[in-house]
């Protein structure tokens, strides 16, 4: 075992998996994220915490994680390259290690153009790839990028995202080739509506053997409104929505929105399972968490496997 | 009271000296507050030549060439009419107002096109008055034309 | 070349304050190419001015000259004999200009005219791009050609991210993903097999991340 979390026993145990995200509030009220994840309990195996995500400040993915992990929720501790160097980022990873924080998802970041301080200096020392062999390297040889040997190697499961839709498309299996290479354990999607060609691109990996190597996790999230999907697939960059997803929300009407939504997603669930080299579903419902349970409980997982 | 302005009109040879020419040809009348200075193409004018203009007592600048399309040059007075521009966003930065420099498009037989655009223009800079307040520039205050060679 | 842009007038008058007599210092370099702080430019930055002023009735004095270059001591010396008899110096050099202008006259006030961008090219007339991010340490042969810290907005060295989309970056569709480019190029070259290896954790010191530069040719000193 790598790290011994709860994912990687799941992962490992051949079972399929359950990840969702919760976003920290932009203050210190703790009890939001205490709220916010409540809702998970029980129906994921790891629950992701996002870092500053579109770089708008948060309370930090670490203290967040740290909440929820109090709650018996096991924690998915996100981290941008965006704002810190490697210095920093090393000893925030010894310091969620030392709280028993055992998965991390190493990330780019978004630009700080996105956020409400686009005057800030992006960092970016190291990009998400560099991060994750950092990592690796850490856990596996104990050493730090420095060459000074730690006093206590991190035990995390290693992950990172991938966007199948983002282009070049030729490129997308080689860049989790290259990920894989670096270190990666699992990696969560961007989320998918697209599914033919999600599933061109899961042919591609398997080609390359690369879903041997590699846990991928398929990201979803619930629409909730023929606005929402016009506004994702518009607006949000690497974002791939079929005109057939925008038409079938559109022509369900306002009021059963969110039904068809759910409906939708979970149809999209039931054919992830089927595709050889997906190992779990990661279900990014932003801002509707409670929403989590009914959706595990439709598509057939629930309840979690016992792995103890 | 009503002051004098004293206007620059860059010409271009092919459309808007023509024009001139043939204005007074018909002998129409138009102010006489206009220094007309021929270029051999609207494009040829620089931002130089206009704040050069002004720093010697001009009130006004009025650039006049080919109606678009039809620049003998093909795209001078496209050229022009964006020095224009810029030269706008400048005049109107520094307090003289954008309004006192104008691009006119016309060709070389609308004599009376330049006639009644002369017309416009020179009351147009009355109205607004003189450019650098009533005290004129003290000499050796700026550097003049000749001083700057 | 070095590209900059004119700071805007009000920002320049609002430095020069009272200034009664300036210098106007443009230099026949890059700043000359972008059409920034050449000699044309002096002439142009120098009406406004006195039109400015002139207008605020606060008139002013400018003595205009366009140096050779303002980066080589040489070429700061005709300055010399008259820039005491001036409340200062408007320098419309690159920021290294305008500094080695300060350093060389230290008594003398220097203003800077310009807001120093890049290091860049010209794409068209009128039109200039970011190319380089002098980090002392290139890494164009492994590229095909084309700087991931300068074209890639968040300087990857195994991009692209999740946020390219149509060859565009996340940032602006008005900016080319730099990595998109980095893949067509190094297909076109048929060597797309480049990317295939991750590409180490730079070594930032060589950049201006270890603090500011010097060079020393020994080969070179008189």
């Not at chain 3, 991210?161 to 080319?176: L, N």
Request: hydrophobic share 40%; proline share 4%.
């Amino acid at each position: 075992m790598k790290s011994g979390s709860r994912l990687e026993k799941v992962l490992e145990a051949g079972k399929f998996a359950v990840t969702a995200e919760c976003g920290p509030p932009q203050g210190t009220d703790a009890e939001i994220v205490r709220k916010k994840a409540s809702h998970l309990k029980g129906y994921v195996d790891a629950c992701n915490v996002t870092d500053n995500q579109t770089s708008i400040v948060r309370m930090s993915s670490m203290a967040a994680c740290l909440i929820i992990k109090e709650l018996g929720i096991e924690p998915l501790l996100q981290m941008v390259v965006r704002d810190r160097n490697r210095i920093a980022l090393q000893s925030d990873i010894l310091g969620a290690a030392a709280h028993g924080i055992g998965n991390l998802l190493c990330l780019s970041g978004d630009h700080q153009i996105f956020g409400q301080d686009p005057g800030a200096k992006n960092v970016y020392d190291l990009d998400s790839m560099q991060f994750i062999a950092l990592v690796k390297r850490m856990r596996d040889e104990g050493k730090l990028s420095s060459g000074a040997d730690l006093a206590g190697a991190p035990r995390m499961l290693i992950g990172a995202a991938i966007n199948p839709f983002a282009d070049p498309f030729e490129f997308r299996v080689t860049r989790l080739a290259k990920k894989i290479s670096a270190g990666v354990d699992f990696v969560q999607t961007q989320c998918i509506y697209n599914l033919e060609k999600f599933e061109q691109y899961m042919h591609q990996a398997r080609d390359r053997g690369l879903t041997e190597k590699v846990h991928v996790l398929a990201g979803v999230t619930p629409l909730k409104s023929t606005g929402m999907a016009k506004y994702m697939k518009t607006k949000v960059a690497g974002m791939d929505i079929p005109d057939g997803v925008v038409q079938r929300m559109k022509d369900a009407g306002k009021e059963k929105g969110k039904e068809e939504g759910l409906d939708l997603l979970c149809e999209t669930i039931e054919r992830l399972k089927k595709i050889d080299g997906v190992r779990g579903v990661h279900i990014m419902a932003i801002e509707w968490e409670e929403i989590v349970p009914e959706i595990v409980k439709r598509v057939g997982l629930y309840p979690r496997p016992d792995v103890s | 009271m009503s002051f004098d302005p004293k206007i620059v009109a860059i010409c271009c040879r092919y459309c808007a000296y023509s024009a001139a020419d043939l204005a007074g040809s018909m002998r129409l009348q138009y102010p006489d507050n206009l220094r007309i200075i021929l270029v051999p193409c609207t494009g040829k004018t620089d931002l130089q030549y206009i704040l050069t203009s002004m720093e010697s007592g001009a009130d006004g600048v009025m650039i006049a060439g080919c109606l678009e399309g039809n620049c003998h040059f093909e795209i001078g007075n496209f050229r022009a009419r964006r020095r224009v521009e810029r030269a706008k966003v400048l005049f109107e930065r520094i307090g003289l107002g954008a309004e006192r420099i104008e691009m006119y498009n016309l060709s070389a037989g609308m004599g009376t096109t330049f006639a009644r655009i002369a017309g416009e223009f020179t009351e147009r800079i009355r109205s607004l008055g003189p450019a650098l307040g009533a005290r004129p520039p003290e000499p050796g205050a700026t550097t003049t034309l000749e001083e700057r060679k | 070349m070095i590209i900059g842009e004119q700071k805007p007038i009000e920002q320049i008058l609002e430095m020069i304050g009272d200034a009664r007599r300036i210098v106007l210092a443009g230099c026949r370099g890059c700043v000359t190419v972008c059409s920034a702080g050449g000699e044309k430019e002096v002439g142009i930055l120098a009406s406004v001015l006195r039109l400015a002023r002139e207008k605020a009735q606060n008139p002013i004095e400018i003595r205009e000259v366009a140096l050779e270059r303002q980066c080589d001591p040489e070429y700061l010396e005709p300055l010399r004999p008259y820039l005491d008899e001036y409340d200062g110096v408007l320098s419309i050099a690159c920021g290294a200009g305008v500094q080695f202008v300060a350093e060389h006259y230290k008594k003398n006030m220097v203003w800077p005219g310009l807001n120093t961008n890049f290091i860049g090219v010209t794409e068209k007339q009128g039109v200039w791009t970011e190319r380089c991010q002098s980090c002392g340490d290139c890494v164009l042969h492994l590229t095909g050609g084309i700087c991931p810290v300068t074209r890639c907005s968040k300087s990857l060295f195994n991009g692209p991210c999740g946020g390219s989309s149509d060859g565009k970056c996340e940032i602006s569709k008005d900016v080319p993903c730099g990595w998109q480019l980095i893949y067509d190029r190094l297909e076109a070259l048929g060597r797309l097999e480049m990317l295939e290896a991750v590409i180490p954790a730079k070594d930032w010191s060589t950049s201006r991340d270890g603090g500011p530069r010097k060079i020393i040719r020994e080969d070179l000193a008189v």
